[in-house]
């Protein structure tokens, strides 16, 4: 089973940006197709940004078109999630999720089998 743990979380004023970090760990982690979501409190997970296999580009959510940016390094088995221009919605704990083979609804939060513990993003006004 892939292991995932996130970094890069923390604490920003709006308009800032900061860089997650979401490294797999294991056997098959280059086999697996890899998503980023995010959960507020009291709101349910949603779909942030997943790149394609080959980390050329990416799928986004249209609330974060254009300000943020998701990448693969597939040698470090490791997907980042760019965040610019930062507004206070964004503030959630943001997961890194993957799911062994790929998956044909790479926005749907049921498409992945496997998650990371979550790190905070605070974004301040």
């Known amino acids: 089973q892939v292991q995932l743990v996130e970094s890069g979380g923390g604490l920003v004023q709006a308009g800032g940006s900061l860089r997650l970090s979401c490294a797999a760990s294991g056997r098959t982690a280059s086999s697996y197709a890899m998503g980023w979501f995010r959960q507020a409190p009291g709101k349910e997970r949603e779909f942030v940004a997943a790149?394609?296999?080959?980390?050329?580009?990416?799928y986004y959510a249209d609330s974060v078109k254009g300000r943020f940016t998701v990448s693969r390094d597939n040698a470090k088995n490791t997907v980042y999630l760019q965040m610019n221009s930062l507004k206070p919605e964004d503030t959630a704990v943001y997961y890194c999720?993957?799911?062994?083979?790929?998956?044909?609804?790479?926005?749907?939060?049921?498409?992945?089998?496997?998650w990371g513990q979550g790190t905070q993003v605070t974004v301040s006004s």
């Open positions: 999720a993957a799911v062994l083979g790929g998956t044909v609804r790479p926005m749907d939060v049921t498409s992945y089998s496997r």
């Open positions: 790149p394609t296999r080959d980390g050329r580009t990416g």
